[in-house]
């Protein structure tokens, strides 16, 4: 079962498709992740895209259509897997249907104010990849790891401007998306806006899948 996760950031795609992932056994793909792990090895990708995600816009349709195609290549995408972050344009649709069958596309929806709450309120533990949030989910002691004692920070892109920027990027780029995927008889909507278990069941339910 081939699925992409569409959604304005902090729609909680990433949450849901951990959680999916088990429940499917099938690879959980987030350029997103590649992208940022780049960064972090100080490859001449993570280079490249490292301006470009701290300001909010999108890594260009060519970069990122290479690298999904070479990831699906890969033995564990046999069953099946998640795409989460792609395609975000109709040129990185149009590409992947040349390289890929999708059977959904679960489109989340979240009001824009709560997803502004929930971008600007996280926090990362950098060595321990732990995350948290200053309402929904604090540390013990405020700005502190539990895990590890470090410093928590506040990734550049997480900043209320670049949240901002993001989401108006977003609205401009990504959601004619729905349209394009709504003509081919492609999309479900499930609201990201309740739990992760909950909106984990909603998403099972419009795909067909029985959890129990």
Do not use: W
């Amino acid at each position: 079962m081939n699925i992409i996760f569409l959604g304005p950031p902090g729609a909680g795609k990433g949450t849901i498709a951990a959680l999916a992932k088990e429940v499917l056994s099938i690879p959980h793909i987030s350029t997103g992740d590649i992208f940022r792990a780049a960064i972090k090895n100080e490859t001449p990708l993570g280079k490249q895209v490292k301006s470009i995600l701290a300001s909010g816009e999108l890594v260009p349709d060519a970069l990122t259509i290479d690298l999904v195609n070479e990831r699906l290549k890969e033995d564990d995408t046999s069953g099946g897997y998640i795409l989460d972050g792609f395609p975000r344009t109709i040129p990185q649709a149009e590409a992947l249907e040349t390289f890929a069958d999708i059977d959904f596309v679960i489109n989340f929806t979240v009001e824009r104010d709560m997803i502004i709450r929930r971008l600007s309120g996280r926090r990362i533990a950098k060595e321990s990849g732990k995350v948290y949030h200053i309402i929904y989910n604090p540390p013990r002691v405020e700005g502190i790891c539990d895990i590890t004692g470090e410093s928590l920070i506040q990734r550049e892109d997480d900043k209320e401007e670049a949240v901002v920027n993001r989401l108006e990027v977003y609205e401009r780029q990504t959601e004619p998306l729905i349209e394009y995927y709504t003509e081919k008889g492609l999309i479900r909507n499930v609201d990201g806006s309740d739990t992760p278990e909950k909106v984990l069941a909603s998403f099972l339910a419009v795909i067909g899948v029985d959890k129990s």
